[in-house]
């Protein structure tokens, strides 16, 4: 069974919505080489839709000059939505229904690892529901002003297990954690 992987990256006060606009200085060559770690062991991508229409906009025109531009531009991408109706940006697919249905199929597939990038709303309802196998979480050292915080609304207890764990030279924690079973 193929694993559904997360990464995003989190304030210190929590706030996961559009890290460029508050973490920006601490996107360097090593976080950039953390990020790309996971990228070859992952053949495809789950967005939430939001996400997906910010990364059609900003990573078409980044071809494949990059490790992550090259991955998010190639791989198939599963968009979930029920208000998109077409997908410009592609290779592109619709995922609509129950979440845990349609994701438990996805991962039910023959393939490697389905990478989340971002999408905090879909990585909480993913991680509330029990689907998730494993959350990358790169905490920069920042108070952001305001934005979405990741685990804002998580009805229930999570256990988490920390897996890995890393100080960048930037003050960044990039930390992996698997759910506790």
Do not use: C
Request: glycine content about 12%; hydrophobic content about 45%.
């Amino acid at each position: 069974m193929r694993k559904l992987v997360a990464g995003l990256f989190m304030s210190l006060n929590g706030v996961a919505e559009s890290p460029s606009s508050w973490g920006a200085p601490y996107f360097d060559e090593e976080l950039l080489e953390w990020i790309g770690t996971g990228l070859p062991l992952a053949d495809a991508i789950l967005l939430g839709r939001r996400t997906y229409l910010e990364f059609a906009e900003q990573w078409p025109g980044e071809g494949s000059s990059t490790p992550m531009g090259a991955f998010l531009n190639q791989r198939p991408k599963f968009v979930v939505s029920s208000t998109l109706e077409t997908l410009g940006w592609g290779p592109a697919h619709l995922v609509r229904g129950d979440l845990g249905e349609e994701v438990g199929k996805l991962k039910r597939q023959d393939g490697a690892n389905i990478q989340i990038p971002g999408s905090p709303t879909l990585v909480r309802s993913l991680l509330a529901a029990g689907l998730l196998d494993e959350l990358s979480l790169g905490i920069v050292p920042v108070v952001a002003e305001s934005g979405m915080r990741l685990f804002e609304g998580v009805g229930a207890q999570v256990a988490l297990e920390l897996v890995e764990s890393r100080t960048l030279s930037s003050g960044v924690l990039a930390l992996t954690y698997r759910p506790a079973r």
